[in-house]
């Protein structure tokens, strides 16, 4: 049998399945196309498209024909999808001059490299004010 070892060179962009190919010797498996599948992370960061590598193990076998024979690593780019952006919930309902309170969701579409403040007024203080947030 010939064996091969299979790993990504940066699992935050894409990972690899199976871990190892073998090929039989003596039988019909060892001109056959085996599957490798890549699969993208998605790493909720903005960061570009990233390029990685599928990295092959040198052939590992009895035969010395194939054993420590160099096998061609693979390149994989994980193509970004995230962009900066807030996204504000609707609010819970209304608010009534008896001090009735409503609130509404704030979150970031993707995480950022440093932190971010976001500011939160009334159009009218005399009707409505901010109360702290989490």
């Known amino acids: 049998d010939v064996t091969m070892a299979l ?3 940066d699992t935050g ?8 190919l073998t090929f039989g010797s003596g039988d019909s498996t060892w001109n056959v196309d085996q599957a490798v599948t890549v699969t993208g992370v998605d790493d909720n960061s903005i960061d570009g498209d ?3 590598t599928i ?8 035969d ?4 420590g024979l160099a096998v061609a690593d693979v390149t994989a780019t994980n193509d970004d999808d995230d962009t900066a952006g807030v996204t504000v919930g609707a ?12 609130t509404f969701n704030v979150r970031l579409t993707s995480d950022p490299t440093s932190s971010v403040t976001i500011a939160v007024y009334s159009s009218d203080c005399h009707r ?7």
Do not use: H
């Open 7 to 9: 790993s990504s060179s």
């Open 13 to 20: 962009e894409g990972t690899v399945s199976p871990a190892a």
């Open 50 to 52: 990233v390029a990685y």
């Open 55 to 62: 990295v092959t193990g040198a052939a590992s076998s009895s």
């Open 64 to 67: 010395g024909n194939y054993n």
């Open 91 to 102: 609010i819970s309902g209304d608010t009534n001059e008896g001090g009735a309170t409503a």
């Open 128 to 134: 409505a004010t901010r109360g702290k947030g989490r």
